[in-house]
Nanobody, 123 residues
Framework: QVQLVESGGGLVQAGDSLRLSCAAS????????MGWFRQAPGKAREFVGG????????SYADSVKGRFTISRDNAKSTVYLQMNNLKLDDTAVYYC????????????????WGQGTQVTVSS
């Protein structure tokens, strides 16, 4: 069983940067694909991006490509989401997720979730 705990959310202004962290435990992190999702009020959960356990390959949603970067530190069992040039539309609860046995770029393959951290972007 994988446990995920996100941190780093908060209130920022448009154009600012923010880095989210997700600490994992209970599994073999170094062989687990990791990802980030988000859910804005009244909207469906959206796949932000994922990172593979091998080679650190990444995949991003078009809405964040070029602004967001996912990275991982296997020694710390932690995955990060660096968010730059934040926009009002980036306001959402951000969830860390793990995919054991699935593809890092395939949203339905994620089967473990954190509790989420709120990111609010103001003008």
């Amino acid at each position: 069983q994988v446990q995920l705990v996100e941190s780093g959310g908060g209130l920022v202004q448009a154009g600012d940067s923010l880095r989210l962290s997700c600490a994992a435990s209970g599994g073999t992190f170094s062989r687990t694909n990791m990802g980030w999702f988000r859910q804005a009020p009244g909207k469906a959960r959206e796949f932000v991006g994922g990172i593979s356990w091998s080679f650190g390959w990444t995949s991003y949603a078009d809405s964040v490509k070029g602004r967001f970067t996912i990275s991982r530190d296997n020694a710390k069992s932690t995955v990060y989401l660096q968010m730059n040039n934040l926009k009002l539309d980036d306001t959402a609860v951000y969830y860390c997720a793990a995919s054991q046995g699935g593809d890092y770029y395939n949203a339905p393959h994620y089967n473990y979730w954190g509790q989420g951290t709120q990111v609010t972007v103001s003008s």
